[in-house]
């Protein structure tokens, strides 16, 4: 079974950084597009970045110049380096991983990120 851990999440001010973590098994970091998924209170729960198993990623325009993604295959890990982080960034980070024609249908448990001002 399809096992995805995040970590990293916390509290930070705004302006800061956070680097979340995603953690799964090699066979799913060998074949998976992973995505960093969020939701913040009260709304839906909207794509930040999305990194393909040949690293072409893509991001929502919020995020857009201040997040990157990355993969590290021989960690099984993939990564959100979040900076200039603002108030509105403020969610339950998921990470979400597409292996096949469903899409991305794995999720983590999440992990709160908080952004004070």
């Known amino acids: 079974q399809v096992q995805l851990v995040e970590s990293g999440g916390g509290s930070v001010q705004a302006g800061g950084s956070l680097r979340l973590s995603c953690t799964m098994s090699?066979?799913?970091?060998?074949?998976?597009?992973i995505g960093w998924f969020r939701q913040a209170p009260g709304k839906q729960r909207e794509m930040a970045a999305i990194?393909?198993?040949?690293?072409?990623?893509n991001y929502a325009p919020a995020v857009r110049g201040r997040f990157t993604i990355s993969r590290d295959y021989a960690k099984n890990e993939v990564y959100l380096q979040m900076n200039s982080l603002k108030p509105e960034d403020t969610a339950v980070y998921y990470c979400?991983?597409?292996?096949?024609?469903?899409?991305?249908?794995?999720w983590g448990h999440g992990t709160q990120v908080t952004v004070s001002s």
């Open positions: 979400s991983a597409a292996a096949g024609p469903a899409g991305f249908d794995t």
């Open positions: 990194i393909s198993t040949g690293d072409r990623a």
């Open positions: 090699a066979s799913t970091a060998r074949i998976a597009t």
